[in-house]
């Protein structure tokens, strides 16, 4: 949609008039000031630190602009919701900035109150965003700039998630992420991404046997054994005391010969899942047939509750080893797969996702390195990456095809939850064990070190499958449990559960427009 066709949309205004936000600025000044205490406040730092964020929160917004233009002051047209939901935000924004204020030195305050800006700039985009979407408006990007993701963006956030104190926070920043990944993915056909998906798969099918140990190590860079072995002692450390699974689900099993099958077996060995239980499994290629135990149906992740009404709240283990969930590129498609996991979910079910990660290893990721490249030639969203050179097809494939997406952890994390999923291997994010882990991702050694030698996913959720030319293979391996979205979780679900709606939409962001100034 270029400037012409939006002569006839109907354009929502934002005029950038910075008085009209001041008293929601100043009510989070006013907060922050009363609440710190005495001998913060007396403190020369803190104070010249407060007149940059408010300076900062004034700055004109064209998403506060919009809400406020749009809503008004009073709450004219009677949205009580969204003012006590965005009220309720911005309380938990407040709670973590004083904090992470209280907590530490000049450094660590200044760093959670230039978070805390961040965070409330973003949550005013994420709702203004939200409110337009809703009622099939466009919105005039200006102020802002680019609405698009890019690898410098990618790692800005990459520094607040390590850095950044406060769960809630951090969830609405990667939210809004998130939704500026499904903009910029805007237009592009699901059908068509469908249909070359699977030409693609077939392809690979009859050009590599997959199942052959040498032809799948070269292919993935990393033996089974470790993967099973992995994903096998991290189940059963997140099991516990359970009864055994009578219902499990395994997403894309392929022939099941080199992960899941062997898998399955240790499981059964290990009590985690009974004897005599049911195993389904949903791929999206091949016949209908029963495959080292796993009862194969044909078909996609999007389909199974639809498909498969006899699957919906029944299953206790769900098992995604590989890149089945990360092959359809579509943000707002991935996003749709943590529901639909859910609706065939069991209360209490237990999902083991292992697959490539986007973190920096010492910046020697290939993933990360292949995104780098990806955005250089071509628009792309971060995370995704081209299509391996080797498996190429003559004269149809070429080296700015996008192969897959690759989730960055936080962003998958934000998904997970909107549809309640917590994961259980993984501490809190802005926890002081939460920056730990982030501090042993960059470091190749200890990574390694860590995570080849003792093989439990429980305790190292990440791990280095291997090395090829063009980087290090790293994984994780991320386990969750269903627990559902409670209505009295802190008040930062709120938010994220109604963008989640958002997402399911089949182009939710067609109706946003940027236009430079």
């Given at each position: 949609m270029g400037r012409d066709a939006l002569e006839t949309e109907k354009i929502i205004a934002v005029d950038l008039v910075g008085e009209t936000i001041n008293p929601w600025v100043e009510k989070l000044i006013e907060g922050l000031v009363d609440r710190v205490g005495e001998e913060i406040n007396g403190n020369f730092v803190f104070r010249?630190?407060?007149?940059?964020?408010?300076?900062?929160?004034?700055?004109?917004?064209?998403?506060?602009?919009?809400?406020?233009?749009?809503?008004?002051?009073?709450?004219?047209?009677?949205?009580?919701?969204?003012?006590?939901?965005?009220d309720g935000l911005m309380e938990s924004i407040l709670d973590e900035m004083v904090e992470g204020v209280q907590a530490g030195d000049a450094f660590e305050m200044n760093t959670q109150m230039m978070f805390g800006g961040e965070v409330v700039q973003s949550l005013w985009r994420l709702v203004a965003l939200e409110r337009a979407l809703e009622q099939g408006e466009a919105v005039r990007v200006v102020g802002e700039g680019n609405m698009s993701t890019t690898m410098e963006r990618w790692s800005e956030m990459q520094t607040w998630a390590t850095f950044g104190k406060g769960e809630v926070s951090n969830y609405i920043l990667w939210q809004e992420w998130t939704t500026r990944v499904m903009w910029q993915q805007r237009g592009i056909s699901l059908e068509e991404r469908q249909e070359w998906l699977e030409e693609f798969l077939l392809h690979v099918m009859g050009e590599l046997d997959v199942n052959d140990e040498v032809v799948a190590e070269k292919a993935y860079a990393a033996p089974a054994g470790l993967e099973v072995e992995r994903d096998m002692i991290g189940l059963r450390g997140a099991w516990g005391e359970r009864q055994s699974a009578r219902k499990v689900l395994v997403i894309g099993p392929g022939e099941a010969t080199r992960i899941d099958?062997?898998?399955?077996?240790?499981?059964?060995?290990?009590?985690v899942v009974s004897h005599d239980a049911v195993v389904d499994g949903l791929d999206l290629l091949g016949e209908a047939e029963v495959r080292k135990g796993?009862?194969?149906?044909?078909?996609?992740?999007?389909?199974?509750?639809?498909?498969h009404p006899d699957w919906?709240?029944?299953?206790?283990?769900?098992?995604?080893?590989?890149?089945?969930?990360?092959?359809?590129?579509?943000?707002?498609?991935?996003?749709?797969?943590?529901?639909?996991?859910?609706d065939v979910a069991d209360e209490g079910a237990i999902l083991l996702l292992d697959e490539a990660m986007m973190e920096p290893v010492s910046k020697q990721n290939r993933r990360v390195n292949q995104t780098t490249i990806m955005q250089q030639d071509v628009p792309s969203v971060v995370g995704e990456v081209p299509v391996n050179s080797e498996y190429w097809r003559e004269d149809v494939d070429k080296p700015s095809d996008v192969g897959a997406r690759i989730i960055p952890l936080v962003e998958k994390l934000a998904m997970a939850r909107a549809n309640g999923w917590r994961c259980v291997n993984l501490p809190k994010i802005g926890t002081g064990e939460w920056w730990d882990l982030m501090a042993l991702i960059s470091d190749r050694d200890e990574l390694e070190r860590a995570t080849l030698e003792r093989r439990d996913a429980m305790e190292t959720p990440f791990y280095l499958a291997g090395e090829k030319e063009d980087g290090l293979v790293a994984r994780a391996t991320l386990i969750f449990e269903k627990i559902g979205i409670d209505e009295n979780d802190d008040v930062g679900m709120q938010m994220i559960n109604n963008i989640s709606a958002l997402m399911q939409k089949e182009d939710p962001l067609r109706v946003v427009e940027e236009i430079e100034e």
């Open positions: 010249e630190r407060v007149s940059g964020l408010r300076e900062r929160l004034t700055e004109p917004s064209w998403a506060a602009e919009y809400l406020l233009d749009q809503y008004g002051e009073e709450q004219s047209r009677g949205d009580d919701q969204l003012f006590n939901r965005v099958g062997p898998l399955l077996t240790k499981l059964i060995e290990g009590g796993i009862d194969v149906r044909i078909g996609d992740v999007r389909e199974m509750a639809e498909k919906r709240g029944k299953k206790q283990l769900i098992i995604g080893s590989g890149s089945a969930l990360t092959n359809m590129d579509l943000a707002r498609v991935q996003a749709g797969y943590w529901k639909n996991l859910a």
